[in-house]
């Protein structure tokens, strides 16, 4: 059964959709069998897959609303390796007919039920708020990856971020629970990053994981030719990092699922 995952933060710009794209396009590089989901009505990381925007048959937008099942919405022939349900601006009127429809947080999670064992992962990119968008993705996941920049402003935003990820467990979805705080554009010169980073893992632990994503150039540009980092400069320290990260979260997932097993042979 797919393990699902989202990815968010609510800030703008800190590689969100870069380690979505990556991620999904390195898991897949290791044989696992991989799902995205676009959630951002800006719709970069169907664009960053090489699927137009602008020409989806069925996006996410239908998904959520009844219009289309899973099944349709899938789009198998990507060149990234991972299969994609795509978004676009058409999205932005979901969060609005969203609060019309009954069980308004649980949308995706329905959605996603007939395709759960077609895959190991199903990854989430998410728009830079929280909005019932990204309850819904919250809803239907076990865990979060909160990429962050480390800079000054950084750990505050993640604090309201924490209590977004408690209310949700509390309330909507128990499984839930932060799966890893992902370092991004990580420049080790930098000691305000060092400072940043050492609070970071004070805080979160473990939970902070070991591989960070180095400012990259070829992991800026490969989204305007289409592509994940792995496709487009496969030696890159981009697309070897993402390879790493995918290494660090299928390790963690065989122990967590070794650990799960031992419990309920014990009980
Ligand atoms: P978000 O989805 O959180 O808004 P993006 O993934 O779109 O953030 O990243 C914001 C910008 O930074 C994009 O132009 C992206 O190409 C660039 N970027 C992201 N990660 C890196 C990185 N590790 N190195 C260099 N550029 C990056
Ligand atoms: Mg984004």
Request: aromatic share 4%.
């Amino acid at each position: 059964m797919a393990k699902i995952i989202t990815i968010t933060n609510q800030k703008g710009g800190v590689g969100k959709t870069t380690t979505c794209v990556n991620l999904a396009a390195s898991l897949a590089a290791t044989r696992k069998r991989v799902l995205m989901i676009d959630l951002d009505p800006q719709g970069n990381a169907t664009m960053g897959s090489g699927i137009d925007k602008h020409q989806l048959e069925h996006s996410v937008y239908e998904l959520l609303t009844d219009q289309t099942d899973a099944a349709n919405a899938i789009i198998k022939d990507t060149l990234c390796g991972y299969h994609l349900i795509g978004a676009n601006g058409d999205l932005t009127a979901a969060e609005v007919e969203l609060l019309q429809l009954p069980r308004r947080e649980f949308r995706l999670k329905m959605a996603l039920m007939p395709v759960m064992d077609d895959y190991d992962f199903i990854l989430i990119d998410n728009p830079p708020s929280l909005n019932l968008l990204t309850v819904n993705a919250l809803a239907a996941s076990s865990g979060v990856i909160i990429p962050m920049q480390c800079e000054y402003y950084a750990l505050e935003g993640i604090s309201a971020l924490v209590g977004t990820i408690n209310k949700i467990n509390q309330r909507l979805n128990p499984e839930l629970k932060i799966e890893g705080i992902l370092r991004t554009m990580y420049d080790p010169r930098m000691s305000l990053t060092k400072d940043v980073s050492t609070h970071l893992v004070e805080y979160f632990g473990d939970k902070v994981y070991r591989t960070v994503i180095p400012r990259n150039v070829r992991l800026a540009e490969a989204p305007s030719h289409g592509l994940p980092a792995l496709q487009y400069d496969k030696s890159s320290r981009g697309a070897l990092a993402y390879l790493a990260l995918a290494g660090e979260l299928i390790r963690r997932t065989d122990r967590e699922r070794t650990a799960e097993a031992v419990v309920t042979t014990e009980q």
